[in-house]
């Protein structure tokens, strides 16, 4: 582990093994009625919530004087008394388990104890800091592909610290992802942590033995364009598929793309998953804002990784305007062998849907 943000990495990585524990937990005991619709029609779980009260309850005791940016707030919670009772007793489950010192974590983080209903949905709605250009700030998706975990398939507890608008810090936990890549069937739970200057490492996400806790360094592999092998998102509602298929053909690429929900698409191109290459996310032509929490962690695993990560017209992402990435629509996030050719592709197919 390096030593610029070091103890910013131990809490975060240890605030997010514990929600993944915890959505773990919950993915094999959800029952009807734990599912909310939002207003934007899209999900949300008691698992959502109640990792949201993990992360935040331990962010708020290390770094007291950080904001957070969270995907969720309480507000459900206030008038739904059967889903706030089980919200704080999943939350309290995953806090209360006692510290893991070897592990680097402290009771000073407000784990190893119970918290009050009031205190976690405090914790909760803590994550309505607006962003911003300057300072530090934690920005949280609680569980990112909310429609892939109630599937079965892939979904990440993603977390970052913004500094200045830069992301510093990304910390990825993908419960289902295999951890290593050449044996998709064996053992699944893989964490990945990126530190701006000090590269991307993964580790398994539910240690066991004390060598679990190494850090392997993760490059992304320099790939040919008729190499490649797009990564997109499993809703069609959320990226312009067909128009996927029409780049791919246009750049040769002849493998069928990989759909997989979540960030996970980004830790599964920083680790060159199955010749990944690249992960094209082409914006629907709805006007859709993405959210900050939904790409500073990934961005910086693939910067880190050695790829190179901007929107679907070659702008920068920028995370220093608020909850939402403004005018950034799209992401291409690719290797830098690369990157120019697709954006040229893109720019080639003006007027398809989502360009
Ligand atoms: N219309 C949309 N266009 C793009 N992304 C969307 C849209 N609606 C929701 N999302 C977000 O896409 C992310 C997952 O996308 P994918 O898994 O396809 O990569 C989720 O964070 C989800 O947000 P939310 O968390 O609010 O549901
Ligand atoms: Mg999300
Ligand atoms: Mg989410
Ligand atoms: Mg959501």
């Known amino acids: 582990m390096s030593d610029y943000l070091s103890s910013e990495?131990?809490?975060?990585?240890?605030?997010?093994?514990?929600a993944c524990k915890l959505t773990t937990s919950v993915f094999n005991n959800l029952v009807k009625g734990e599912t909310l619709v939002k207003g934007d029609k899209s999900p949300v779980t008691v698992a959502d919530f109640s990792a949201q009260a993990v992360i935040n309850t331990i962010l708020l005791r290390a770094f007291p004087h950080d904001p957070i940016i969270g995907e969720e707030d309480a507000s459900d919670l206030r008038t739904n008394e059967l889903l706030r009772t089980r919200v704080v007793d999943l939350a309290n489950e995953a806090l209360s388990e006692k510290p893991n010192v070897e592990a680097g974590e402290e009771p000073s983080w407000g784990i190893g104890q119970k918290w009050g209903a009031d205190d976690l949905l405090a914790a909760i709605d803590k994550g309505n800091y607006e962003g911003g250009r300057s300072g530090r700030m934690w920005t949280l998706d609680p569980i990112d592909g909310t429609k892939g975990f109630l599937r079965g398939g892939q979904y990440a507890v993603c977390l970052a610290l913004l500094v200045d608008a830069r992301v510093e810090?990304?910390?990825?936990?993908?419960?289902?992802l295999p951890l290593d890549p050449s044996s998709p069937d064996g053992a699944r739970g893989a964490l990945f942590v990126a530190v701006r200057g000090h590269g991307t490492h993964q580790l398994p996400l539910f240690p066991t033995l004390s060598a679990d806790h190494t850090h392997i360094p993760l490059r992304m592999p320099t790939l040919a364009l008729s190499q490649l092998r797009f990564l997109e998102s499993v809703e069609k509602a959320h990226a312009?598929?067909?128009t996927n298929a029409r780049i791919a053909e246009v750049l040769g690429v002849t493998e069928a793309p990989a759909r997989m929900d979540s960030q996970a698409k980004y830790?599964?191109?920083?680790?060159?998953?199955g010749n990944g290459g690249v992960y094209l996310r082409l914006p629907t032509g709805?006007?859709?804002r993405e959210k900050i929490w939904d790409h500073a962690p990934g961005s910086l695993l693939i910067e880190e990784a050695g790829g190179i990560v901007s929107d679907s017209r070659g702008q920068s992402l920028d995370f220093g305007l608020g909850r939402t990435l403004g005018e950034n629509f799209g992401v291409v996030a690719a290797g830098k062998a690369v990157h120019a050719q697709i954006l040229e592709a893109i720019k080639g197919l003006g007027g398809a849907?989502?360009?």
């Open 169 to 176: 810090l990304g910390v990825i936990g993908c419960p289902n």
């Open 353 to 355: 849907p989502g360009i």
């Open 286 to 288: 709805v006007g859709y």
């Open 9 to 18: 990495q131990n809490v975060a990585v240890a605030a997010v093994r514990r």
């Open 267 to 273: 830790a599964a191109l920083a680790r060159g998953d």
């Open 240 to 242: 312009a598929l067909d």
